[in-house]
């Protein structure tokens, strides 16, 4: 298979419905692409790690990342095994990295489930007690979310079929 074949079978490449025209798309470029074409496409993009445990009105540590998708996930997963013990853990007769298993859920959800056209900057921060990620959403309705009422809604279907077909993300997901 091609290069080409691969980028159209990923859903990378194809025909705007609308021009008739081919090309890469949004997805294909905030993926794969080169840090100033992600810059033009999506000016406002950007995913700030933070440390907050002894600076906490600032950061103890930070990296701003403004690269594409493939190589952020790999940057902040290395942020948070920089930042984060991996205290012991046996499942059965098997060690698992308690640390690996959450920073993957984090960092695959708030890179794949955000809006890319807003200027709200994607957060990753650890600080002493907690650590969790932010980032901008399109709501599809206005209501408290419990799970009487929770609708899965995914946000970027083919960044999210990417992501599960090289292993950064698991098959099934709410969008939530």
């Known amino acids: 298979m091609s290069d080409e074949e691969l980028l159209k079978s990923a859903g990378l490449y194809g025909r705007d419905r609308v021009t008739g025209e081919q090309g890469y798309n949004l997805a294909a470029v905030m993926l794969l692409g080169k840090d100033d074409v992600i810059m033009d496409v999506a000016p406002a993009y950007v995913t700030d790690a933070l440390v907050r445990r002894v600076n906490t009105d600032r950061y103890d540590d930070r990296e701003v990342i403004k690269t594409n998708l493939i190589e952020s996930y790999e940057r902040l997963i290395e942020f948070g095994r920089k930042h984060l013990l991996d205290k012991f853990f046996l499942e059965e007769d098997q060690r698992k990295s308690l640390r690996t298993i959450i920073i993957r859920e984090m960092i695959a959800n708030v890179l794949v489930h955000r809006e890319f056209t807003s200027s709200y900057q994607a957060k990753f921060v650890i600080e002493k007690e907690r650590m969790y990620v932010e980032n901008a959403n399109r709501a599809t309705q206005e209501a408290l ?18 992501f599960r077909n090289i292993g950064y993300a698991d098959q099934l997901g709410s969008g939530v």
């Open 145 to 162: 979310i419990t799970p009487d009422n929770l609708e899965p809604n995914p946000k970027n279907p083919i960044i999210a079929s990417f």
